[in-house]
């Protein structure tokens, strides 16, 4: 852990952090637990070195392969979402990417699970989630456009690539009762936060939220 900076200085600094946070609550961000850990989690670990300095803005940035990590608003406002779920023993992220919204989920939750498609960057985030301490956050490697059935059923699951319609095994997955935090919609049209509840072994209910803007769920 020696070779991380965790702490940060200047402008990755604990006053930067808490500056990103009063912002977070100044746009609604209210839920005190999300709100904590977000003080504390090192953003700039997470994004390139060269981008270290602005990582405690509000915005999404390139993390390399034509991927982004999540602008802190949307990580929160999702975590937020996901929280609301009866249970969150086991909780399933697809779309690792850099790490970081599974880095804010891990310390809410008993089990993480979280799938990448991308070789590097889920080496990349293992590697990290591992040294900064996380030791309930599995990291995979595969489609998770399919879930990651070895560990189902899940209490919920944060889906943080869009997919053009819901993914049925992703349904599937989900315990009774349990919901699930997914963009939808294609890249050309607009993009729409859902939470989906399973109501029972053949039914969902679905709720609209925020607008939003993310990278294609891929699908192999
Ligand atoms: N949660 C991430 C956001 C990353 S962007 C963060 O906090 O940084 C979305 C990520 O989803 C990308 O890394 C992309 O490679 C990944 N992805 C896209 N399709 C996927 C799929 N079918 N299965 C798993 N990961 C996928």
Redesign the pocket.
């Known amino acids: 852990m020696s070779d991380l900076n965790i702490q940060g200085v200047g402008m990755t600094s604990q006053r930067t952090r808490d500056r990103l946070i009063d912002r977070l609550q100044k746009k609604g961000i209210s839920h005190p637990e999300v709100l904590r850990i977000m003080r504390f989690v090192p953003r700039h670990l997470?994004v390139d070195e060269a981008m270290a300095s602005r990582s405690y803005e509000d915005a999404s940035f390139p993390?390399g392969?034509g991927?982004?990590?999540?602008q802190p608003y949307i990580?929160a406002r999702m975590t937020e979402l996901l929280l609301e779920s009866e249970s969150l023993e086991n909780v399933l992220?697809?779309?690792?990417?850099?790490?970081?919204?599974?880095a804010v989920l891990g310390p809410l939750v008993k089990d993480l699970h979280t799938?990448?498609?991308?070789t590097p960057?889920y080496r990349q985030a293992r590697d990290l989630l591992y040294k900064l301490g996380y030791r309930n956050i599995r990291t995979h490697l595969?489609?998770?456009?399919w879930g990651w059935p070895d560990a189902a059923p899940y209490d919920a699951i944060m889906v943080?690539?869009a997919p053009d319609e819901m993914p049925a095994a992703l349904v599937q997955q989900l315990k009774i009762g349990g919901r699930m935090v997914i963009p939808v919609g294609s890249q050309n049209s607009e993009q729409i936060l859902q939470v989906v509840t399973r109501t029972s072994e053949s039914e969902y209910q679905v709720k609209s939220h925020d607008s939003v803007v993310?990278?294609?769920?891929?699908?192999q």
């Open positions: 997470f993390i392969h991927q982004t990590i999540s990580v992220e697809v779309g690792t990417g850099s790490g970081y919204q599974a799938v990448e498609v991308l960057l595969g489609d998770g456009s943080t690539a993310f990278v294609p769920l891929v699908s």
